[in-house]
């Protein structure tokens, strides 16, 4: 299901990579918004989804996200080092800090760095209920602007977040930037289902089951109706993969996982 080896991308001419799912910055899922309109509305979807979005995860993946996100962290292979230090941004409610963490024998720190207090305080909880706080510090800012020194980490995670941010170009520079030389750029996200039969199987359980699910644990189906939404604006994973590439980094390549319903992609600052 979790293929192991990751596709070296071939870069087309920079006309050529237009993506068709482009304006993120203006589309708050299939709705345009102005500029500077999109990330408050972002930021009510996580408000309101925060306390059930844990068990939404799950619901919403049937389970699968643990296992694309415990490919990623494989993927990573934190050191077991006091010193390793890594951003996890858009870190929400923990899931990819924890698992570094974990995966470096309780030995790496990461912060998780969100701009929703409201994600935030689920995962300080879920943090202290492990008892792995210390390894951890919860940072509340804005990926387009992150408080930290340049040549900071040595890894850069984003796990289902890169795709909420308005201007994507701007949080993959600043990733760059914070970043030391050798740190390791990861990024996971919803992508474009590569594989016949499951693409249609995919867009029926995203618009008609995922948005009733929504209603029925938490009470509103607009915010899975965005988030759904959401998937379908995100650029494909070439495209995703010249931006990264365009943001300076180095040896840029993508993994499909469950035939491109999700994709890791990786760059390198060298
Ligand atoms: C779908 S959740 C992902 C949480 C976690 N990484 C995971 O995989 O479970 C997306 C997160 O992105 C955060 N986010 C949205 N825009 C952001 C921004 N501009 N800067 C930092 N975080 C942002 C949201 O607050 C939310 O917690």
Redesign the pocket.
């Given at each position: 299901m979790v293929p192991a080896k990751f596709v070296e991308v071939e870069f087309r001419m920079a006309d050529e990579r237009v993506s068709a799912r482009g304006g993120m910055e203006t589309s708050f899922g299939f709705r345009e918004v102005g500029a500077g309109e999109k990330?408050p509305l972002?930021?009510d979807v996580?408000h309101k989804v925060a306390k059930r979005y844990d068990i939404m995860?799950d619901v919403m993946s049937a389970g699968l996200h643990r296992v694309w996100?415990d490919a990623m962290i494989a993927a990573l292979n934190p050191p077991s080092r006091e010193d390793y230090r890594v951003l996890d941004?858009?870190?929400?409610?923990g899931?990819?800090a924890f698992r570094i963490v974990e995966r470096s024998g309780r030995k790496a720190h990461a912060t998780v760095?969100?701009?929703?207090g409201s994600?935030l305080s689920v995962g300080a909880e879920r943090a202290r209920k492990k008892g792995i706080d210390a390894n951890l510090d919860f940072v509340e800012a804005?990926?387009?602007d992150l408080p930290f020194a340049a040549n900071s980490f040595d890894a850069y995670t984003i796990?289902?977040?890169i795709r909420?941010?308005p201007r994507i170009e701007v949080a993959l520079k600043e990733a760059h930037r914070v970043l030391k030389r050798g740190g390791r750029l990861l990024v996971l996200e919803f992508s474009e289902v590569e594989m016949p039969l499951l693409d249609r199987f995919y867009d029926a359980w995203s618009f008609n089951a995922i948005p009733k699910f929504g209603k029925l644990i938490t009470g509103d189906d607009a915010p899975y109706q965005y988030l759904v939404e959401s998937i379908r604006k995100f650029p494909n994973q070439r495209d995703f993969a010249a931006m990264i590439r365009d943001a300076g980094f180095a040896r840029v390549s993508f993994t499909n996982y469950t035939g491109g319903i999700a994709a890791l992609h990786s760059g390198w600052k060298i």
């Open positions: 990330q972002v930021n996580f995860n996100k941004v858009a870190g929400g409610t899931d990819i760095l969100d701009i929703n994600m804005n990926a387009e796990a289902f977040g909420n941010v």
